[in-house]
C-alpha cells in the first residue's frame, strides 16, 4: 500500500474519475466543477491519497482559506472529498487521509481546520467538534417592500469585479480575487440572482444551490438589506418554493428583521472543527481583547493545558471541546465554567469570535 501521500501530476485525472465514480455517479456534471478553486493544479499538493496496485482507495483534499475578521487574519484549512473505494472501507484508510491532511494543514500554519459532514461520530474521534453557529431561516412567504427602480435578473452573465466589491462589504470572509468569482459562477446547478440600480451599478446578489450540494438554500448573498429583500422576493417567484436563506450569528440587522417579520428558523453550527495551532489561534484573540481596552484577560495555552479567564478566576482545561466551543460558539463562557460576573462579562465581550464561511467556500 502506498500513502498517504500528493499526486503525481499525470495522476490528476485519475483522482477525478475516482471522486465523480463514487460521489457524483448520479449526476452529469464532474465533482472538479462543483469545486473549480479546489482542484486545480496549483492545490494538488494539498490532495492526499493511498493507492494499492497502481489503484487509488482513498483521498481527501484541503483548500487553504485566508478568513478576514474584525478579531484578525486567520488560515483555515477546509477538508472535503473524504472518499474511500466501496470494497476497501471499514480498513482506517479514512482516518490516514485525514491525519495526512490535518498533519499537512498544520505544517502550513493553519489556525484550525474545518469540515462539513453528517458523520459526526466519526470525525469527533479525530478531535473534530460540531461549532460555531450559523442561522437558517425558512423563507416561505413575500417580504412585505417599497416600491423600488431595481433591475433584477438571473443568470451569470456578471463580471467577477462586481461580486467582490458588495462582498468585501462582509465584515468575515474568506479572501477571495475576481478569478475565485468567475470560476464559481461557473458551478452547474446554481442559480444566481441579481439587482441593479438605474445606472447599471450592482446593488445585492444571491446564490441558491451548489452542484449537488445546497439545493434550495441560498449560501451566498451581499447588498443592504432595502435591495436584498426584493431580490429574494424575485428568486421566490421564480422558484415557486419556499427557500431557506443561511445567515452568520453576526448578521445581527438581518436576523433581527427577519425575526420581526416572522420568518422560523433553525440554528445550527458552522461545521465541524479542529484547532490545529492553540497558543497561534489564543494569541489572536488575546491580541482583539487588548485592543478593546480589556488587559486583564488570560487565553494561554502551556503545556498541553489551555488557561482561560483572568488572574483572580482562572480556568484551567486540558479540552480542546471546550476551547473550541469557547472560540466558536455555541457556548459562552459561563456554561463551561463558573466564572464570576466580572471575568465572565470580561470573556463574554471577546467570545465567541465572529466567524463565517460562506456556500461557496465549502468544500
Known amino acids: 500500500m502506498e500513502g498517504p501521500r500528493s499526486p503525481y501530476k499525470e495522476e490528476q485525472q485519475e483522482i477525478i474519475d475516482f471522486l465523480d465514480h463514487n460521489l457524483r455517479?448520479?449526476?452529469?456534471?464532474?465533482?472538479?466543477?462543483?469545486?473549480?478553486?479546489?482542484?486545480e493544479n496549483n492545490n494538488s499538493y494539498n490532495v492526499k491519497i493511498i493507492?494499492?496496485?497502481?489503484?487509488?482507495?482513498?483521498?481527501?483534499?484541503?483548500?487553504?482559506?485566508?478568513?478576514?475578521?474584525?478579531?484578525?487574519?486567520?488560515?483555515?484549512?477546509?477538508i472535503g472529498s473524504v472518499c474511500t473505494d466501496k470494497n476497501h472501507r471499514n480498513q482506517g484508510l479514512s482516518?490516514?487521509?485525514?491525519?495526512?491532511?490535518?498533519?499537512?494543514?498544520?505544517?502550513?500554519?493553519?489556525?484550525?481546520?474545518i469540515l462539513w459532514s453528517d458523520l459526526y461520530d466519526f470525525y469527533k474521534k479525530l478531535g473534530f467538534e460540531a461549532a460555531g453557529r450559523e442561522h437558517s431561516w425558512l423563507l416561505d412567504k413575500k417580504f412585505e417592500i417599497e416600491p423600488h427602480q431595481l433591475k433584477?435578473?438571473?443568470?451569470?452573465?456578471?463580471?467577477?469585479?462586481?461580486?467582490?466589491?458588495?462582498?468585501?462589504?462582509?465584515?468575515v470572509g474568506v479572501v477571495r480575487t475576481p478569478r475565485d468569482y468567475q470560476r464559481f459562477l461557473e458551478i452547474p446547478n446554481s442559480n444566481i440572482y441579481t439587482a441593479w440600480d438605474q445606472n447599471n451599478q450592482l446593488k445585492a446578489y444571491a446564490v441558491e444551490g451548489k452542484g449537488a450540494d445546497l439545493a434550495g438554500y441560498i449560501h451566498e448573498w451581499g447588498g443592504n438589506l432595502s435591495h436584498l429583500f426584493p431580490l429574494l422576493n424575485y428568486a421566490l417567484e421564480d422558484q415557486q418554493k419556499p427557500l431557506r436563506l443561511i445567515t452568520p450569528e453576526h448578521s445581527l440587522n438581518l436576523n433581527k428583521k427577519l425575526t420581526e417579520k416572522g420568518y422560523s428558523h433553525h440554528q445550527g453550527f458552522l461545521g465541524l472543527i479542529k484547532i490545529l495551532i492553540p497558543q497561534n489561534l489564543m494569541s489572536k484573540v488575546k491580541r482583539h481583547a487588548r485592543a478593546l481596552g480589556i488587559d486583564d484577560f488570560i487565553f494561554e495555552y502551556q503545556e498541553g493545558f489551555f488557561y482561560i479567564g483572568t488572574v483572580d478566576n482562572l480556568f484551567k482545561t486540558d479540552s480542546e471541546i471546550d476551547l473550541t466551543?469557547?472560540?466558536?460558539?455555541?457556548?459562552?463562557?459561563?456554561?463551561?465554567y463558573n466564572f464570576d460576573s466580572k471575568t465572565k462579562e470580561t470573556l463574554e465581550t471577546c467570545l465567541p469570535i465572529p466567524m463565517w464561511m460562506w456556500g461557496w467556500d465549502s468544500i
Open 152 to 171: 433584477i435578473i438571473k443568470g451569470k452573465n456578471i463580471s467577477g469585479e462586481a461580486l467582490l466589491r458588495l462582498y468585501t462589504h462582509h465584515t
Open 95 to 113: 482516518r490516514k487521509v485525514l491525519e495526512a491532511s490535518i498533519e499537512a494543514a498544520r505544517n502550513h500554519g493553519c489556525d484550525f481546520a
Open 325 to 336: 466551543r469557547l472560540i466558536f460558539g455555541p457556548s459562552k463562557a459561563s456554561q463551561i
Open 51 to 78: 493507492k494499492k496496485d497502481d489503484k487509488i482507495l482513498s483521498h481527501a483534499v484541503t483548500k487553504v482559506h485566508i478568513v478576514k475578521t474584525p478579531v484578525g487574519i486567520f488560515k483555515v484549512a477546509a
Open 25 to 39: 455517479d448520479h449526476v452529469d456534471w464532474s465533482l472538479k466543477d462543483e469545486y473549480p478553486t479546489v482542484f
